[in-house]
């Protein structure tokens, strides 16, 4: 599925594609073994690869009934495109908008990118996958009731050394292509004069039609916690800290046992830090990036409570840290203080003492809004405006029945961790429904044009590897009409 677009609605329509790949790149359970297949005539080869899976690839080589496709040294089997479509499936999707012949198109990408970046050298971390398996392998065993026996026959495999063995050459390949994509397009930028461009080439009756925009500020008021319980939290991970260098106690059993970030106990606190992708608040990059390997930190705060780190390995650029979070317990008697103060608050916009953006300012405890008025940065855009349709349902929840400059009752929150706050929002401006404008949707057109340069970049990229890259199509699918050319017509 090689994707062009020739004006903004259809930019806007690839979205789709590039979900549909995302879903692949995030779901493929095929099969991943590499096996020598038929080498093709001399003059079709320009890069013939040197090893298939520890099997050298001769001259006169045997087909493999099954192998439908090789990919310098990656295969496609006749039944992954099968595989590929009942994981969809699974996932809800409606595989009838996709046909045999672009879903395995869409295997070949994947195949493309990841041999490259095994050419262009670029490394994966081996404990991320297989810490991913393990998260995969919990998930599957939800949908046959725990039962591993139950999900062997489904997977068709002997044991379950097997499975993993499959699932971490996928994920391993997943991750590669996913590298390879983003090595080809992160230095892709876009010049004001080629958006202006890119938006005079669409006719004015092809110009897509922007929904209802919101802007929306709040105001948050969270419970203070008393030293004496910070105290205690830093105790706590001192224990921690000494029982492992000191009586050789399992780190990972540290984080399973009393870690608060609960998204990392299924991986054992697990995150990996590039130093080029920032990743994790600032806090914790540094004292990350500080460690040597083994070491373990001194116990340091972030805004989400407080933290040791221990560094298991260092791969180039990239840093895989283990933690523990603890959060300081916060007393009833502080979240009622809190309750009254942001109450307060409301009650001094309510009479017109003060304006929204001042007392944001003046009392608000979110550094990311006060100093801008509360306004919410939208994450996908990362500009203000909330498109209504697209908006968070648990934001739209909370503003769905205000008035421009309404405030809202006050409304108790807690974050992914427990942590409560109470906070009141307000809806500052509102853009009715309209036909994409330059001026009013440049930040919009900016992102449709940078999308059609970097989908170029790959189509040249795609177009170039192809050639260079052993590649050899068989049976049926020789019949497909691919967009990429795959058979080297």
């Known amino acids: 599925m090689q994707l062009r677009t020739n004006n903004l609605k259809s930019i806007i329509n690839l979205k789709q594609a590039l979900i549909f790949s995302l879903i692949l790149s995030a779901n493929g359970m095929f099969a991943q073994e590499i096996i ?137 390949s997943q991750k590669l292509a996913q590298e390879m994509q983003k090595k080809i397009v992160e230095d892709v930028e876009v010049t004001p004069e080629e ?69 990392s106990i299924s991986n054992g606190g697990l995150y990996t830090l590039n130093r080029k992708r920032p990743k994790m608040v600032k806090e914790f990059r540094q004292v990350a990036f500080s460690l040597k390997e083994g070491e373990i930190s001194e116990p340091f705060a972030t805004e989400y409570g407080y933290h040791i780190i221990m ?60 100093y801008d008025g509360g306004q919410l940065i939208n994450p996908s855009t990362q500009d203000y405006n909330f498109e209504l349709t697209k908006m968070d349902p648990e934001l739209y929840g909370q503003i769905q029945n205000l008035k421009d400059n309404e405030i809202s009752q006050v409304l108790k929150d807690q974050d992914r961790t427990g942590k409560i706050k109470f906070k009141i929002l307000t809806v500052s401006d509102r853009v009715d429904e309209h036909v994409a404008n330059y001026a009013q949707d440049y930040l ?24 260079e890259t052993y590649i050899k199509i068989n049976g049926d699918y020789r019949d497909c009409e691919f967009a990429s050319n795959w058979l080297k017509k």
């Open 36 to 172: 020598p297949d038929e080498v093709p005539e001399t003059k079709e080869v320009v890069n013939e690869p040197k090893m298939v899976k520890d099997s050298l690839v001769t001259p006169g080589a045997k087909k493999i009934d099954g192998v439908a496709a090789v990919i310098g040294e990656y295969i496609v089997l006749e039944s992954d495109v099968v595989k590929t479509k009942l994981q969809l499936q699974a996932q809800g999707v409606n595989t009838e908008d996709f046909s045999d012949c672009e879903l395995f198109g869409k295997l070949l990408e994947d195949k493309l990118y990841a041999h490259q970046a095994v050419q262009d050298s670029i490394v994966v971390s081996d404990i991320e996958i297989q810490s991913f398996v393990d998260q995969q392998i919990q998930g599957f065993l939800q949908q046959t009731n725990g039962s591993m026996d139950a999900l062997l026959k489904l997977y068709n495999k002997e044991d379950e050394q097997s499975l993993r063995d499959e699932m971490f050459e996928v994920n391993k």
């Open 311 to 370: 560094l298991e390995k260092i791969r180039g650029q990239e840093y895989d840290v283990r933690h523990v979070l603890l959060m300081p317990k916060v007393s009833d008697q502080e979240i009622a203080k809190a309750k009254e103060k942001i109450e307060k608050v409301r009650a001094e916009l309510e009479s017109g003492e003060i304006t929204f953006a001042e007392a944001a300012k003046k009392y608000s405890d979110e550094k990311e809004t006060k």
């Open 195 to 263: 958006v202006r461009v890119f938006f005079n080439d669409v006719p004015k009756d092809e110009r897509p039609t922007f929904g209802t925009e919101l802007r929306v500020a709040q105001i948050v008021v969270e419970p203070q916690v008393t030293e004496a319980e910070k105290e205690k939290v830093i105790e706590r991970l001192k224990e921690m800290r000494a029982d492992v260098i000191e009586n050789g106690a399992s780190f990972r059993s540290k984080v399973v046992l009393y870690t608060d970030d609960k998204a």
């Open 444 to 467: 919009k057109i900016k992102d449709l044009a940078l999308a059609d340069k970097r989908l170029k970049a790959v189509e040249k990229w795609q177009k170039e590897t192809i050639s």
